[in-house]
């Protein structure tokens, strides 16, 4: 099959009841119908407006419907969405516009000040369209969104589609300026496929997909509480949208609200929800815990993290309140999906950071000989089969990420981990923040993860600093739970007992908050910074 998502879309409408719930914010309800209906309206006015196919579309939107009504009609408009991070400053703001190409930008009214101060610098920009932030906005220098969704008839586009329009999915890596990951969308469909064929039977024609749309993709309510400008948030809506489901975004733009999220959950009876590991599912266990019974989230069948780790204690609570649901670490990043997959039930525990390995994968050394299962060898996860094209407009660091090896063609971010024995991976870090002391290798994630388990811990970030004796010293910062002291050596101690002594950190130093991102990645410059200074 040549799937291509704008053609799903417009095939749905003949399966999924036009007055079912497509999008919903608060007490805003857009049905089926009516979001069809306005992504119609958006991609013919975007076409209408100069974009041509191929064309990039800026998305400098927070979490609310015009988000997913944009992509949607990107996917229908054949027109290329680009993510843009809203916490970016004007330097980087200017960059994304400039280095992607965008011919239309979508802003929040909120961004007003912003965008009005890079015009000038953003010629190949020709359509600005703002999104009212507030009942009342008006734009007073670009197209108003509402106005633009609502003038139309709502008929489909009626334009031949292919598996090759892209999507572009921009991620800040860990060195250097943002990098655009090009997606063809047949290639991403595939790589959903792999997902589900490991699960069961998957929709491999246009008559089991829509049959699996009418027997269940109806039914799915999903809330991306992660940032959909990241790939967690808009990968797991963009499947439960083609699929027929309703996607609800939380009113909180501003950060996450582990309350406003659970009475979601009880009032719209969610069945899918994306999170990024502990940083947001330990607010959300203690919100539950707090107010035993306040909220019925038991109607979730499922709760996907990926991007950093999810520890085994913080599941299991959640799972007291969400029985029947299925707790999925995905382990995969910007570049692929699929690397591999932990699911823990109320029947059934896993260890933290280990993953059942992706049918399309492999881990190879350095040098490209593949890891034997069982050596305790370390190497990079690699994904082959339907991954992406590369970096936009950047050949040199496409080359370093997408290699072949064997004559195949892999993703290969950077991830370490070791194979097992039974096959599956044991994650030890991003290689570039691997700590090298005393000859010996630290990946940063397998000391947080046991220090994250010491009772009095909120969360624990490891960095490696200059030393003269060890070349570096591992060193931890930690947040302490709110209003609990900690002390430094009982928590060295603590990792001692169940790690090696050279992977124990010189020293643990202590902060209120780590200042995670809001899709909960670290900020490893910015702690490396802090202990530098505290050290100095």
């Known amino acids: 099959m040549e799937w291509n998502f704008g053609d799903m879309l417009d095939r749905l409408t003949g399966v999924v ?17 009516d979001f069809d209906r306005r992504s119609n309206n958006l991609a013919r006015a975007l076409r209408d407006n100069g974009a041509e196919t191929g064309d990039k579309v800026g998305f400098y939107l927070r979490n609310r419907p015009a988000y997913m009504e944009t992509f949607a009609a990107c996917l229908k408009g054949r027109l290329t969405h680009v993510n843009v991070n809203y916490r ?27 965008v009005d101060a890079l ?47 892209l999507l572009f999915l ?24 792999d997902g589900l064929r490991a699960l069961g039977p998957a929709p491999e024609d246009w008559d089991q997909f829509l049959a699996s749309v009418g027997e269940t993709g109806v039914h799915a309510r999903q809330i991306p509480a992660c940032p959909l400008m990241h790939g967690t948030g808009l ?44 940083a947001f599912a330990k607010p959300i266990l203690a919100v539950l815990d707090g107010a035993p019974g306040k909220y019925d989230v038991s109607s979730l069948q499922s709760m996907i993290s ?35 997959s932990s699911i823990m039930t109320a029947e059934g525990e896993v ?17 490209g000989k593949e890891v034997a299962p069982g050596s305790g060898e370390a190497g990079f996860i690699a994904r082959g089969g339907a991954i992406p094209l590369g970096y936009y407009k950047d050949p040199e660091k496409s080359a370093k990420t997408f290699k072949t090896i064997n004559g195949e063609r892999y993703s290969i971010p950077g991830d370490w981990c070791t194979v097992e024995t039974d096959g599956t991976l044991t994650l030890l870090g991003r290689g570039s923040v691997c700590i090298n002391t005393a000859g010996e290798k630290v990946y940063p994630e397998e000391v947080e993860e046991v220090l994250k388990e010491f009772p009095d811990i909120e969360d624990a970030l490891v960095v490696g600093l200059p030393d003269e004796k ?11 739970v709110a209003g609990v002291a900690c002390d430094e050596s009982v928590v060295r101690d603590f990792v001692r007992e169940r790690l090696a002594g050279y992977k124990v950190p010189k020293r643990v130093l202590f902060k209120d908050t780590l200042g995670r991102a809001p899709n909960g990645k670290a900020d490893y410059k910015g702690i490396t910074a802090y202990a530098t200074e505290q050290l100095a």
């Not at 943002?178 to 959903?192: H, N, S, T, Y």
């Not at 029985?323 to 999925?328: D, G, I, Q, T």
């Open 88 to 114: 970016y400053k004007a330097h980087e703001l200017a960059y994304i516009f400039d280095n992607s190409d965008a011919q239309t930008v979508v802003y929040e009214s909120d961004f007003r000040e912003q």
């Open 170 to 193: 921009y991620t800040g890596g860990t060195t250097g300026m943002p990098k655009g990951v090009m997606w063809p969308q047949g290639v991403l469909r595939e790589a959903q496929l």
């Open 17 to 33: 009841p036009p007055d079912n719930p497509a999008l919903i914010h608060g007490d805003r309800v857009i049905s089926w119908r």
């Open 235 to 278: 990968f797991t809506a963009l499947a439960a949208m083609i699929n027929g489901g309703t996607i609800i975004t939380l009113q909180n733009t501003q950060h996450f609200d582990p309350e406003e999220l659970c009475a979601a959950i009880d009032r719209h009876k969610v069945t899918n929800l994306a999170i990024v590991g502990d």
């Open 306 to 340: 990926s991007g950093v780790m999810w520890s085994m204690e913080v599941k299991r609570g959640l799972l007291n309140y969400m029985p029947n649901a299925m707790l999925v670490d995905s382990f995969g990043s910007s570049e692929a999906i699929g690397f591999g």
């Open 351 to 367: 260890k933290t950071a280990k993953f059942a390995i992706g049918d399309k994968c492999k881990v190879f050394t350095p040098e």
């Open 470 to 480: 060890w070349g570096q010293a591992v060193t931890a910062v930690v947040q302490p």
């Open 119 to 165: 015009r000038g610098d953003l010629p190949k920009v020709k359509t600005w369209i703002e999104v009212p932030s507030n009942e009342g906005d008006a734009p007073t220098n670009a197209l108003a969104y509402e106005a633009v969704v609502a003038e139309g008839d709502g008929a489909p586009l009626n334009i031949e589609r292919s598996p090759d329009d």
